[in-house]
């Protein structure tokens, strides 16, 4: 890891979110297309080859597309990965603990464990 790459991650936590207001996410279903506010999505799990998408009011969509895809996509958003199957929305993280040497994020009332490589994207400068 070069330093100019952490540093330009913990920019992250300081970035600007407004870039994600008005911009939707497409979702295929089975007959339709459902269009996702970004600003509304607070984490993405994925268990497989579907990804369960987090809503801010609790609603959960799963799909079958592989996690890395919406990471691609929405990285310039300032969403970060969190460990193996997690991609976050950093803009509702509420709370970044620290315990027995493991770093997790509270999203909601969920807790999401990070994974020791990529802890320094959730360190505030």
């Known amino acids: 890891m070069l330093l100019a790459d952490t540093q330009e991650n913990f920019i992250h936590m300081n970035l600007d979110y407004s870039i994600q207001k008005g911009k939707k996410l497409p979702i295929i279903e089975k007959s339709r297309t459902r269009l996702i506010d970004i600003e509304a999505i607070t984490h993405l799990q994925c268990d497989g080859y579907v990804t369960t998408i987090h ?69 505030c400068t």
């Open 55 to 123: 809503l801010i009011d609790n609603e959960s969509i799963s799909v079958s597309k592989l996690l890395k895809l919406f990471e691609i996509g929405l990285a310039e958003f300032g969403f970060l990965r969190a460990n193996h199957n997690t991609i976050v929305n950093p803009f509702h993280i509420r709370e970044i603990l620290s315990s027995f040497g493991k770093k997790m994020v509270r999203i909601n009332n969920s807790l999401i464990i990070v994974s020791r490589r990529r802890a320094y994207l959730f360190k």
